[in-house]
Nanobody, 116 residues
Framework: QVQLVESGGGLVQPGGSLRLACVAS?????????AGWYRQVPGEQRELVAR???????NYKDPVSGRFTISRDNPKNTLYLQINSLKPEDTAVYYC?????????WGQGTQVTVSS
């Protein structure tokens, strides 16, 4: 059974940084799939903010480009999202996602709150 577990969220002041982690376990190898980080605020649709392909190519939603960095540690089977220069509008629940072809897997989410 595949499981994705996010961690690293929390309360941070504007301008601060966080590193989110998503550990994959079970019958899945992150490095062979495309993966991404999404975020969602209450009442709105979940949106993709960063994506990494199986080949390591990355792309970002415009508002986070230059502040967010997605990466992957293959031996640890872990996906990361480094978030710098946090803004109040970054407040959301952040989810990792793996696109394994016929199946898509989601973690349970980790809350990021940016407030002074």
């Amino acid at each position: 059974q595949v499981q994705l577990v996010e961690s690293g969220g929390g309360l941070v002041q504007p301008g601060g940084s966080l590193r989110l982690a998503c550990v994959a376990s079970g019958n899945i190898i992150l490095s062979i799939y495309n993966a991404g980080w999404y975020r969602q605020v209450p009442g709105e649709q979940r949106e993709l903010v960063a994506r990494i392909t199986s080949g390591g190519r990355t792309n970002y939603k415009d508002p986070v480009s230059g502040r967010f960095t997605i990466s992957r540690d293959n031996p640890k089977n872990t996906l990361y999202l480094q978030i710098n220069s946090l803004k109040p509008e970054d407040t959301a629940v952040y989810y990792c996602n793996v696109d394994a072809g016929l199946k898509r897997y989601w973690g349970q989410g980790t809350q990021v709150t940016v407030s002074s």
